[in-house]
């Protein structure tokens, strides 16, 4: 069973399809097993083959398992409808995150008509440091709390990306301060985010909720203060759900 779950592990966003050959390949194990382990998962819906190309993607028994997975959130349970309707009201992305060791990870994800997309960001993870949810809940951490978590230095994916604790720990104070993080093409060129604290009983940053899109389109320039106030009001939504006393 565990050599079976492991093959799932090489579908990924940049593979989402995969061939017996290149599964054999990564895994090391012998043709006829990898054969047998797939036309097992095969068989139970955790991987589904293409007829036409022979290629294997992953099946349709993990979405169903996947949402029961979430269901069982309750931060997922508390901000599902929340996030659907701020999405909604400024036709933007909207964003509930959760952190996930030193990732964070998409519990929710809507677009507005404004921001599009083809796919789905729920379930994915995304680092820390270069995301504005994901500097929402590292501001829940005293500075050698980050340190442990995520280290001294970090990967660069633009010119803007934090990549030094001492720069971060700087950007963590101003969020404390104003109770909310902005990223600025710090992760993508062209996008930028806003995201706020959701709070649980105990006062501690569980979550993330998030407004996101291109830079005309959040236009922080001018609506920086507006979009901060909006998603305050409906991370406390969230929060009061989860027991949190304003």
Not at 19 to 40: D, F, N, Y
Not at 190 to 200: E, F, K, M, S
């Amino acid at each position: 069973m565990e050599r079976a779950l492991s093959l799932l592990t090489y579908f990924t966003e940049e593979q989402p399809e995969r061939r017996i050959a290149e599964l054999v390949e990564l895994s090391g194990l012998g043709q006829s097993t990898v054969s047998r382990l797939v036309g097992a998962l095969e068989s139970l819906g955790y991987l589904a083959r293409d007829e036409r190309t022979g290629l294997h993607r992953l099946g349709p028994r993990l979405v169903g398992l996947a949402g029961i997975a979430l269901n069982q959130s309750p931060v997922f349970r508390a901000s599902r409808q929340v996030a659907q309707n701020f999405a909604h009201e400024t036709g933007l992305g909207a964003n509930v995150a959760e952190r996930q060791g030193d990732q964070m990870f998409y519990l929710c994800h809507f677009e507005g008509p404004r921001t599009q997309r083809s796919f789905t960001l729920t379930g994915r993870l995304a680092p820390l440091h270069a995301t504005a949810m994901g500097k929402v809940l590292l501001s829940g951490l005293k500075g050698d709390e980050v340190e442990a978590l995520i280290g001294p230095e970090y990967p660069s994916y633009t010119p803007h990306t934090f990549t030094s604790l001492k720069d971060l720990l700087k950007d963590l104070d101003e969020v404390r301060g104003r109770g909310y993080a902005t990223e600025v093409e710090e992760l993508a060129l062209g996008r930028a985010c806003l995201a706020v604290p959701v709070r649980d009983r105990s006062g501690d940053i569980v979550a993330a909720l998030s407004v996101s899109g291109s830079l005309s389109a959040l236009d922080l320039g001018t609506r920086e203060r507006e979009l901060a106030g909006r998603a305050i009001e409906y991370a406390d939504q969230v929060s009061s759900a989860l027991g949190y006393l304003h």
